[in-house]
């Protein structure tokens, strides 16, 4: 069955420092994977996608994810968060054959000042 | 180009109640699509439109009904409120099958509370 896990429901981490997101997906398929981030109150925004090729991918605002298809895993990285990254990640999966994407539950970030 | 833009914004029913969500992108993407979000659950999908004249349930497609009334619009309906569909209602277009991006587009969500 396709499906997205996040495990890490909620993760606090200071301002200025690393942040990395954790993401694993089960795809019977070869996967295009996607991450998403939603302010409160707001829609979602893509950050970043992977479609093939390079499996370190660049994406908005200094994130960037890799493939790691041995492992099932997108993780979402920044070396440096700004207390204007606290929002909610969404991790998401979807095939080239497959009008649908499927939604991870989530990770709240919170920044300490 | 405004995207994808919902209407309306807020609303509060009554148990038993009926109302329309609206959605409108113009991106001219071929596929459209109805998520609810709730806390601890991530986005859920309702139905979706993978082209003008089509229509199919997703997860949660009970107590709801859609319309792809044109390649621009698809709405949400709900002909009997319940409590249990409190939730924020999120609209999606993407252009699949077009040969432009893969990604979904987001409108900005109708918050949607039903007592």
């Known amino acids: 069955a396709q499906s997205v896990t996040q495990p890490d429901i909620h993760i606090t981490v200071s301002e200025g420092a690393s942040l990395e997101l954790r993401c694993n997906y089960s795809?019977?398929?070869?996967?295009?994977l996607f991450w998403y981030v939603q302010s409160p109150g707001q829609g979602l925004q893509l950050l970043l996608k992977?479609?093939?090729?390079?499996?370190l991918v660049q994406g908005i605002k200094g994130f960037e994810a890799e493939f790691k298809r041995s492992q099932s895993s997108f993780n979402l990285r920044k070396p440096s968060v700004h207390w204007s990254d606290a929002a909610e990640y969404f991790c998401a999966v979807g095939g080239n054959r497959d009008d649908k994407i499927i939604f991870g539950k989530g990770t709240r970030l919170h920044i300490l000042p | 180009n405004a995207g994808v833009t919902q209407t309306p914004k807020f609303q509060v029913l009554k148990t038993g109640q009926s109302m329309t969500l609206q959605c409108a992108q113009d991106m001219n993407h071929n596929s459209m699509y109805w998520y609810r979000q709730d806390p601890g659950m991530g986005l859920r999908l309702i139905y979706y439109s993978a082209s003008e004249g089509t229509t199919d349930k997703g997860e949660v497609p009970n107590g709801y009904n859609v319309s792809r009334l044109n390649k621009r619009e698809f709405s949400l309906r709900l002909e009997s409120a319940a409590p249990s569909q409190t939730s924020v209602y999120f609209c999606?277009?993407?252009?699949?099958?077009?040969?432009?991006?893969?990604?979904?587009?987001f409108g900005p969500g109708t918050r949607l509370t039903v007592t």
């Open positions: 999606a277009s993407s252009g699949i099958g077009q040969g432009s991006s893969y990604e979904q587009y």
């Open positions: 795809y019977g398929a070869t996967p295009y």
């Open positions: 992977y479609f093939s090729g390079d499996t």
